[in-house]
């Protein structure tokens, strides 16, 4: 990270994926709009990884010079005569697996399952960004995809459009969003839905994205999503995100889970039928409060996401089952 990625501020993403499932391909077109004060530096400085080939960047309608390397984007200060601009960037590429995974062209059962886990600064593996996780900002996500695919992300959807062979679903998010919480799943989805009504009487909807076989399993695995969802909220106040949606994904990192804002990516062979992983639900759904409405500024704060998600479980089964003294 640049100390000038510390002077700018990103208040608004839009980005637009065309998934290429066969070849593994992403074409993408992000919008950044951000303020950047003109006194305090010379150079606006990007994260954005150097195998992803950008065809064009443009400031304010402008195209500019700019220099890719060491996987960052610099684009000279020079150039710019405003302290609020709109960075537009094409790009193309295959993203490289990074960390935990990063973003994973995959397949199950000769389906394909496209999905991402960007924590902690690999979400400019995909798409360019100020990978930082105090720099939270607002998110227009379109994802194009084969129409036989269902494709999520963060927020609330907000259309759904068909051409003669693909799919492009919108959603937007009404709350900031951290950039390792910006999330794509896209397969061949079964859907199952609920709702959470909180103690005001307002509904939030549940989406449970899982694959074709599980259904069954699945309403049994999230039945107490709800009930969750009240204990949380009458504990640390109400679910944060209520304008959106809370959400589960399937995908295939077999390790775990991860607490992507509104929509939980969930390892495929986490769906059993019995229950066996409430603890990482209501970990994860935790994380809506403590993670990603109240944030880390730096990484070394990590503990407190997980420290208090961690909690949650404890004082879950507490309100479930009561004390027991040993």
Same mark, same amino acid.
């Given at each position: 990270?640049?100390?000038?990625?510390?002077?700018?501020?990103?208040? =608004?993403?839009?980005?637009?994926?065309?998934?290429?499932?066969?070849?593994?391909?992403? @074409?993408?077109?992000?919008?950044?709009?951000?303020?950047?004060?003109?006194?305090?530096?010379?150079?606006?400085?990007?994260?954005?990884?150097?195998?992803?080939?950008?065809?064009?960047?443009?400031?304010?309608? /402008?195209?500019?010079?700019?220099?890719?390397?060491?996987?960052?984007?610099?684009?000279?200060?020079?150039?710019?005569?405003? @302290? /609020?601009?709109? +960075?537009?960037?094409?790009? =193309?590429? /295959?993203?490289? %697996?990074?960390?935990?995974?990063?973003?994973?062209?995959?397949?199950?059962?000769?389906?394909?399952?496209?999905?991402?886990?960007? &924590?902690?600064?690999? #979400?400019?593996?995909?798409?360019?960004?100020?990978?930082?996780?105090? @720099?939270?900002?607002?998110?227009?996500? %379109?994802?194009?995809?084969?129409?036989?695919?269902?494709?999520? *992300?963060?927020?609330?959807?907000?259309? &759904?459009?068909?051409?003669?062979?693909? %799919?492009?679903?919108?959603?937007?998010?009404? $709350?900031?969003?951290?950039? $390792?919480?910006? *999330?794509?799943?896209?397969?061949?989805? *079964? +859907?199952?839905?609920?709702?959470?009504?909180?103690?005001?009487?307002?509904?939030?909807?549940?989406?449970?994205?899982?694959?074709?076989?599980?259904? &069954?399993?699945?309403?049994?695995?999230?039945?107490?999503?709800?009930?969750?969802?009240?204990?949380?909220?009458?504990?640390?106040?109400?679910?944060?995100?209520?304008? &959106?949606?809370?959400?589960? #994904?399937?995908?295939?990192?077999?390790?775990?889970?991860?607490?992507?804002?509104?929509?939980?990516?969930?390892?495929?062979?986490?769906?059993?039928?019995?229950?066996?992983?409430?603890?990482?639900?209501?970990?994860?759904?935790?994380?809506?409060?403590?993670?990603? *409405?109240?944030?880390?500024?730096?990484?070394? @704060?990590?503990?407190?996401?997980?420290?208090? #998600?961690?909690?949650?479980? #404890?004082?879950?089964?507490?309100?479930?089952?009561?004390?027991?003294?040993?």
């Amino acid at each position: 990270i640049s100390k000038n990625q510390y002077s700018i501020d990103v208040l =608004h993403y839009d980005i637009y994926l065309k998934l290429d499932v066969n070849s593994k391909i992403i @074409d993408g077109l992000t919008i950044i709009k951000l303020y950047s004060p003109i006194k305090d530096i010379d150079t606006i400085v990007l994260n954005f990884y150097d195998n992803m080939k950008i065809s064009s960047l443009s400031i304010n309608n /402008t195209s500019v010079d700019f220099n890719q390397s060491n996987n960052k984007i610099f684009i000279p200060h020079k150039l710019i005569n405003s @302290d /609020t601009v709109s +960075v537009l960037i094409k790009y =193309h590429g /295959t993203p490289k %697996r990074v960390g935990l995974s990063g973003f994973v062209f995959g397949s199950i059962n000769g389906n394909s399952l496209v999905y991402n886990i960007s &924590e902690p600064e690999y #979400a400019s593996s995909w798409f360019p960004c100020n990978d930082i996780p105090s @720099d939270k900002a607002l998110l227009d996500m %379109r994802i194009e995809n084969s129409k036989k695919f269902i494709s999520v *992300s963060n927020g609330k959807l907000i259309s &759904e459009n068909e051409t003669d062979s693909t %799919r492009i679903f919108h959603y937007k998010t009404f $709350y900031p969003i951290s950039t $390792y919480l910006i *999330s794509v799943y896209s397969s061949e989805y *079964s +859907v199952l839905k609920d709702y959470y009504i909180t103690s005001q009487k307002d509904t939030l909807p549940l989406f449970y994205y899982v694959l074709p076989g599980q259904e &069954e399993k699945a309403k049994i695995d999230f039945e107490e999503q709800p009930s969750m969802l009240r204990f949380l909220s009458d504990t640390f106040g109400e679910y944060p995100f209520m304008k &959106e949606k809370y959400a589960v #994904a399937v995908f295939l990192w077999q390790m775990g889970a991860m607490e992507n804002q509104t929509v939980t990516g969930l390892g495929s062979n986490f769906i059993t039928g019995k229950k066996f992983f409430n603890d990482m639900l209501l970990h994860e759904l935790a994380h809506h409060w403590w993670g990603n *409405s109240v944030a880390p500024k730096e990484w070394k @704060d990590i503990w407190l996401n997980e420290g208090f #998600a961690t909690y949650s479980e #404890a004082l879950y089964n507490e309100w479930k089952f009561g004390e027991t003294v040993l």
